[in-house]
Nanobody, 116 residues
């Protein structure tokens, strides 16, 4: 199983970016999909999660600005990021949490840089 993320880049504050992450291979039964981000020297933190039934959870810092969605048929998760701020600068990683057996798959990460 491989996760391929795309869509990162450089944008000015107030701008928008869209990320996507597609899983290839026999990934099994998906429990939840998520986006996490990490800056150098700090732990990876959750940005947004979407469950198997479509429920979503967002970090307080991105509520109202980011939107997570999924395409079950394509094993793809998306993250629409609007009104970006410099503090959103990080490497964004996608995560697929599967069951039977339970495990996590991680994408390599895509850099998002927001200039002030």
């Amino acid at each position: 199983v491989q996760l391929q993320a795309s869509g990162g880049g450089l944008v000015q504050a107030g701008g928008s970016l869209s990320l996507s992450c597609t899983a290839s291979g026999n990934i099994g039964s998906i429990n939840a999909l998520g986006w996490y981000r990490q800056v150098p020297g700090k732990q990876r933190v959750v940005v947004a999660v979407i469950t198997a039934v479509g429920s979503t959870v967002y970090a307080d810092s991105v509520k109202g600005r980011f939107s997570v969605s999924r395409d079950n048929a394509e094993n793809t998760i998306y993250l629409q990021m609007n009104n970006l701020k410099p503090e959103d600068t990080a490497v964004y990683h996608c995560n697929f949490n599967v069951i039977g057996p339970r495990r996590d798959y991680w994408g390599k990460g895509t850099q998002v840089t927001v200039s002030s």
